[in-house]
């Protein structure tokens, strides 16, 4: 992970559960200070839950290391990456890890919400012991025995997990993004739950067993508060519809968020045949509204006939004809009744 300003965070050897009451103190002296976001961020958050057993299997090795072809670092395609907005929905916001081309990134989907734990630890539970929707994701943590969070009133998350999540064995890049995920995840489940002020930054300090500087999967060092890596966010990717879904309606509304040097999209619908996807059936092109090289939203409709579909939205590759860069993707059925 790149090289970050460093925040007060728990220091080397010192237990977490000490840490914590220091953070409930300084949190309670500035809770007016701070406001609404503030004074919900200063509450501990359950720092240390029910064992939870054991571990998840051993990960694919297609997904234990990056593509040949691909260096360990953040790509750089997507320059921004803001917080998620409040909501009252009852589900956990979610970043897996996805193959696009020759790169991963981070992808998110929202899974539904226990009703025991608080946002952050529910939502990095699901990210550690679930399977997300689509088969393209994937994530190589396991499941621990222990894991907690709690927020500082300057708006720094502590992660406490147990050593046993971090058992497989990957490479220095699917190390490097798993981090990432778990930054992603922690902070859009602070953020929709409204326990943080989203016009600060947000920091997330991940400690293992209680103490800081664990060698995270031997690769990388969790030694000081980390932030959201935005080189690490896919580009391109489909929020709706989700993989699987059957429409009985149509046209098929598509929406997404990306990112394009252009500030277009295109997209492809291919039937699928015995499992895979044959050539496309239907093609085009989608404008995102915030323009070139910002992050933005993108929706199309598409009347296709009825069948199941691979569905592709992608930017277009400048380098090679009829390239596609940072391509997600869903399949779809359609049946009209």
């Not at 919400?113 to 994701?137: F, H, S």
């Amino acid at each position: 992970m790149p090289d970050l300003l460093p925040r007060p965070h728990a220091p080397s050897g010192e237990p977490v559960e000490q840490f914590q009451r220091a953070s409930r103190r300084t949190a309670r002296r500035n809770r007016h200070a701070v406001g609404h976001h503030a004074a919900w961020a200063a509450l501990a958050l359950g720092a240390a839950l029910a064992a939870t057993g054991c571990t998840a299997g051993t990960v694919s090795p297609k997904d234990a290391v990056m593509p040949s072809t691909a260096g360990s670092s953040a790509t750089g395609l997507t320059t921004s990456a803001p917080l998620e907005t409040p909501t009252t929905t009852q589900t956990s916001p979610v970043y897996w890890l996805g193959h696009s081309n020759d790169a991963v990134y981070l992808y998110r989907e929202f899974q539904p919400t226990p009703g025991t734990d608080d946002p952050i630890v529910a939502a990095l539970r699901a990210m550690m012991t679930t399977k997300p929707k689509d088969p393209d994701y994937f994530s190589v943590w396991d499941k621990p025995s222990r894991i907690g969070a709690s927020i500082s009133a300057k708006n720094v998350i502590t992660v406490d997990v147990s050593s046993d999540a971090f058992a497989q064995k990957v490479d220095t890049g699917i190390a490097q993004r798993s981090i990432a995920q778990l930054v992603y995840t922690a902070t859009a489940a602070a953020s929709m739950a409204g326990l943080i002020d989203p016009a600060a930054t947000v920091q997330v300090s991940v400690l293992v067993d209680g103490h800081t500087g664990y060698q995270a999967f031997g690769h990388v060092p969790l030694t000081k508060p980390l932030t959201r890596d935005a080189g690490f966010v896919a580009p391109v990717w489909i929020v709706d519809p989700g993989n699987g879904a059957t429409f009985k309606t149509l046209p098929l509304k598509v929406s997404g968020q990306a990112m394009s040097p252009s500030g277009t999209l295109g997209w492809a619908l291919a039937p699928m045949v015995d499992g895979k996807a044959s050539g496309p059936v239907l093609t085009g092109t989608v404008a995102i509204p915030q323009g070139p090289d910002k992050l933005g939203t993108f929706n199309f409709n598409v009347v296709p006939p009825l069948g199941s579909y691979e569905l592709s939205v992608f930017i277009a590759d400048p380098k090679a004809p009829n390239g596609r860069a940072g391509v997600d993707t869903k399949v779809v059925t359609l049946t009209g009744h």
